[in-house]
């Protein structure tokens, strides 16, 4: 064809996409030790969540065994694992928490 005319319907035909970061869920997992008001106390200081929804949140991961506790970037998300993981140390109880990719 005349020109490059193939070059114009790529440059057509390609949605910009726009680059977000990968987010990470930080999940809690039940145990049958760590005290229940343990673990409301932590997710009212490391996730920021009211002493109502702190409740709500331990009682599911309580019933379910496992729940997401806040979404993050890689970096927050290792920052949290790891604050979970020294309060539950420093008082010896065995609370996990872990991280996934979303
Ligand atoms: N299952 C624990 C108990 O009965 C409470 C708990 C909730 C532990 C959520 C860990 C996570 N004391």
Known sequence: RPDNREDVDLAVKTKPRTQ?????????LNDDFTPMEFVVHVLERLFNMTHAQAIEIMLTVHRKGVAVVGVFSHEIAETKVAQVMELARRQQHPLQCTMEKE
């Not at 987010?23 to 809690?28: M, N, P």
């Open 20 to 28: 977000r970061p990968p987010l990470y869920k930080v999940l809690l």
